[in-house]
């Protein structure tokens, strides 16, 4: 039972379509990433979800309740903004009251000086604190509660936004880009707090970023979007071992995937290297496009394609290696331990072989076809 | 050239440091001369010698002139004339400044909401900044003419007799306030303008999720707050301007009738310009001046705090 | 804030825009409306705004004889030029020194500066005026320019602005063998343009306006700015002759109006820095 629905929204500006039909679910509890890279339309579609802007098509459903129509504060929506939009002149417990005190005390009763005076307040007033301060232990920002943004550090305001947004105990989080202001190191340590204070509160969530290794090490699943279309929602492992377009496969997986064109011999099949495959639905003559990750690429003794090593990247555990293919002049890189790459230099001759079934195929429009590995016939073999 | 490529000895790093450093501190001195001897023959020694000539008797026109200690300050205080020009200045003032900021501030915003016509609406609330305000005084004179002015006619349409507005000495000084707020609201609303610019979009955004439905929510959560430190400079410059009002006094009714739109700078202009009682006059602008430093430093001690953030 | 429909909301603020732009453009439709009437048309007490009696040659006329227009507003530009020319001149590097340069001095400059900006032309008026009596240089360009030659609003508006221009820049021009002043003048200048437009439409707004200080000085209308001729004028005409007086309001107010309408970016710009800057 999906908590979180959207169904085909779709948003243009000025005659640009910038969402083009998105679709996806979330289950309860579910942390879904979407993530693409900039200008893919992901922090509007968050913004469509939250009420700031309106879809031009489609419906969004939130626990069964229909949010077209509703404004912003009526969507029981938090969000998280990217520059954490802390409001400057209040403190950190008063930035955290602010959902519960909009919602909780009227016009009059939130006037300064006067407000507080009118009758029937001393209890609403009080709740609230206690849930600040609770809020606040959770997130171990109890000392800051009395400083201003100002005067705190880029983590600090972070978790004094995300107490902000889980104070109010919505029914689903939006989260733009939360993390992408932090210093690095900051941030791998962020990651894994925001999916833990996000496990315990048991509520869907929303995280945009545009970064891939980001979405892929804190997610549930993984909505990759790209151009203004959802292209894949699944697991981050599915999303990485068997992407359903060519540039799902582009935009996940660092270093990126070797991306090497091919065609469909005379017998159907597609033969590079010493791999054949056998490709559904493939007439004889159609090209396309084969993908395998650095890592599926190894170095051996004979056969496979012959490369040049153009380029030899230290990275600490393991190697990553550019080598230029002999036969059509591309790059293919490689991802080699150490040991593998310790007597490798540039300039010298390699042959790659890869790993037949972690081949991707795809075809010309970008879809993912799904191949068979046969048999590499010796005879026949040739290079691609 | 092994011998050159020897280390220069510590001390002589540090001579040819402070040598430099003595060079740089000569070259600013030379480039900062003309301002600060302009500074000292403009402005440091007048102030001195205003209030010097302030315990003084002199009159121009006269060679002598002795000096009578705080004298003038004491007829100051006994001059129903200074006095009634005090309170219609600080009337005049009171006035101006509420409405000028409030017109500001309110077309800043409606400017800043539309999104069509903009530079229309912001040139047309300006254009009376940048005009001539000696003419635009005498076009307002003709527009509240009590017979023939279009003011006076619209009223009249309506079947309200309009009084004379500059000649009578009720209507004088909101009739005069009235065009001190025409002249300077649209000085104020740029710079309101200026200010809602900087402000944030995702702070808007971030208070519509937390649950500012209304535009006023909207408003008192993240305008108002956020508007804080241009609000002080307009109000510190609006005060200080309605202070030093003059132009229209002396352009219209020279002070009157009766006094009743004397101002403190009309004052000053008659007794030490007019009269040529120099050392009175003198008095009046320490007095004056006075009344601008404490303006200022009130506002900004008073309200700089509310203001900052951090 | 949805701007695209046509909503109840934005109808009522563009009502209220308009009706604020009609009471606001008055002045100047009836000002022109009334130069172009002749006296029994401006007293018949109508309301109509095109002149039944067009009377715009014979008013203009009028403006022009009773006082020299444009000797008025070649004063006032000479004045305008001659003060801001000086004021940015002096003002400039002594900014820059006090901002860029290391000299013990340079906080007592600061100081000096802030306390220069509490004191108008008004407070310091009677002991120059006395001056000027003394050395015989009254009704001369000389009395009209020379006070305001320094502006400490100027440069504190050029401090701060300087201070944000990044020191790199000065280090590499010293690296390549410049002296201080061709640094002034070939590196914080040409960079310092936005600051110096902005002071300049608010100097020239300012000392275009300026009634106080020429009115004293001056007795000789040979040397009259534009607010003081127009006082003349005033005296001049008796008051009565409405017609010839919008003529001439609108005449003198059409250099700077329409420097504003070409310019308005700019001048809006010039406004807004100085008041970031305050």
Known sequence: ?384 | MAEAAVSFPLTTAREGQRRAAAREARIAWLLAAPALVLITLFIILPVVAVVVLGFTDFELGYDEFRFVGFENYAELLSDRGFRISLWNTMVYAASVTPFSILIGLGVALLIEGETRGRAFFRTVYFLPVASLLVAMATVWQYMLHPSIGPVNMVLAFFGIAGPNWLGSSDTVIPSLALIGIWQSAGFNMVLFLAGLTAIPRELYAAAEVDGARSGLDRFRLVTWPMLGPTTLFVVVISVINSVKVFETVKTLTEGGPNKASEVLLFTIYQEGFVYLRVGYASAMTVIFLAILVVLMFLQYRVLDRQVHYS | MNGHSLSPARLLRFALLSFGVLIFAAPYIFMISTAGKSQSEIFSSSLSLIPQTWSYGANIAKAFTRVSMPALLLNGAIVCALILFFQVLVAIPCAYATAKLKFRAARAMMALVMLGLLVPIHATALPLYVAFDRLSVLNSYFALVAPFSISVFAIFLFLQFFRALPDDLIHAARLDGMSEASIVARVIVPNAWPAVTAFSIFSVVAHWNDLFWPLIVVTNQTYATPPLGLLYFRAAEAGDDYGALMAATLIITLPLVLAFLLAQKRFIEGITMTGLKG
């Open chain 1, 1 to 384: 039972m999906s908590v979180l629905s959207l169904d085909g929204i779709t948003k243009s500006f000025g005659g640009n379509a910038i969402l083009k039909g998105v679709s996806l679910e979330a289950n309860p509890g579910e942390f879904i990433a979407l993530v693409g890279p900039s200008g893919c339309g992901k922090s509007t579609l968050l913004r469509i979800v939250a009420g700031l802007d309106h879809a031009d098509g489609g419906t969004i459903t939130l626990a069964g309740r229909d949010l077209s129509g509703l404004a912003a504060a009526d969507r029981n929506v938090a969000m998280v903004f990217q520059s954490y939009a802390l409001y400057p002149h209040l403190t950190a417990a008063e930035n955290i009251s602010v959902p519960l005190a909009m919602r909780r005390l009227s016009s009059w009763q939130r006037l300064p000086g006067i407000g507080p005076l009118l009758p029937g307040q001393k209890e609403i007033r009080r709740g609230i604190r206690r849930e600040v301060e609770a809020m606040a232990s959770s997130l171990k920002i109890n000392h800051l509660l009395d400083r201003k943004p100002g005067q705190m550090s880029g983590g600090q305001r972070q978790r004094v936004a995300l107490a902000r947004a889980m104070v109010r105990h919505p029914a689903l989080f939006l989260m733009d880009e939360p993390l992408s202001n932090l210093d690095a190191n900051l941030r791998v340590h962020a990651r894994g707090e925001i999916v833990d204070l996000h496990r315990k509160s048991g509520v869907p969530a929303l995280y945009v970023t545009h970064d891939q290794s980001e979405a892929l090490s804190m997610a549930d699943r993984v909505a990759v979007m790209i151009g203004g279309q959802l292209l894949q929602l699944a697991t981050p492992q599915t999303i990485y071992d068997d992407p359903a377009h060519i540039e799902v496969a582009r935009f996940i997986g660092q270093p990126r995937v070797n991306l090497l064109p091919a065609k469909a011999g005379s017998d159907g099949l597609v033969r590079f290297g010493d791999i054949v495959l056998s490709v559904a639905g493939l007439m004889p003559g159609n090209e396309v496009t084969i993908g395998i990750r650095p890592e599926f690429v190894h170095l051996g003794q004979i056969g496979g394609l012959a490369a040049v090593i153009e380029r030899l990247e230290f990275q600490g555990s393991d190697v990553t290696a550019f080598a230029r293919l002999a036969a059509i002049g591309e790059t293919m890189v490689l991802k080699l331990s150490p040991a593998e790459a310790r007597h490798l230099s540039n300039g010298q001759p390699v042959h790659l072989v890869m790993q037949p079934q972690k081949a991707l195929v795809f075809a010309k429009d970008g879809k993912r076809l799904p191949a068979q590995a046969e048999m590499a016939q010796v005879a026949g073999a040739f290079h691609g």
